[in-house]
T-cell receptor, first 114, second 109 residues
């Protein structure tokens, strides 16, 4: 069964450093998303991406964040200058664009900022 | 804005039935999803409702009333492996999901 994959599974970085989280969505999906989940809290929407551009973004997704689809398979989330409060699990998801099509989530990248 | 409420924790006995409620107030509605999330893992899809009524899928059923902003997830014949968090999520017109805080279900023998 096709699945969303994410790398790395765990990333430790120092405050102020840049990180890039990588995702490979399901191959025939057209919508891509990033969510984050701070430990013990709810899953929060960050950004959606369709047709090579951002469709929607939340208040959390400020100028420190960016997304890119550098080739036909990868979808990346970059945090330019990490803060302690960026420590969270980051989930990538993908979906078909219409109807009931559910979003399939990757296993997540646990980001720890020290 | 999006406001999605569900109970924080529930406990139920193996073999029993449990109902997890979700109420929502959202700007834009394009379906309601239930996801299961085991600790430290990704959410996995359980069910989807966009019209009023009950959707049944094996041991899991989900109900929606759009006029009341209300949904529930019904789990029958509970098994120990059903111990997990159950996330109610509303999809807006732009296909983005907004999650509730989740209900942590503990199944006891």
């Amino acid at each position: 069964e096709p699945e969303v994959t994410q790398t790395p599974s765990h990333q430790v970085t120092q405050m102020g450093q840049e990180v890039i989280l990588r995702c490979v969505p399901i191959s025939n999906h057209l919508y891509f998303y990033w969510y984050r989940q701070i430990l013990g809290q709810k899953v929060e929407f960050l950004v959606s991406f369709y047709n090579n551009e951002i469709s929607e973004k939340s208040e959390i997704f400020d100028d420190q964040f960016s997304v890119e689809r550098p080739d036909g398979s990868n979808f990346t989330l970059k945090i330019r200058s990490t803060k302690l409060e960026d420590s969270a699990m980051y989930f990538c998801a993908s979906s078909l664009p219409r109807g009931r099509y559910e979003q399939y989530f990757g296993p997540g990248t646990r980001l720890t900022v020290t | 804005g999006q406001n999605i409420d569900q109970p924080t924790e529930m406990t139920a006995t193996e073999g029993a039935i449990v109902q997890i409620n979700c109420t929502y107030q959202t700007s834009g509605f394009n379906g309601l999803f239930w996801y299961q999330q085991h600790a430290g893992e990704a959410p996995t899809f359980l069910s989807y409702n966009v019209l009023d009524g009950l959707e049944e899928k094996g041991r899991f059923s989900s109900f929606l009333s759009r006029s009341k902003g209300y949904s529930y997830l019904l789990l029958k014949e509970l098994q120990m492996k059903d111990s997990a968090s159950y996330l109610c999520a509303v999809r807006d017109g732009a296909n983005n999901l907004f999650f509730g805080t989740g209900t942590r279900l503990t199944v006891i023998p």
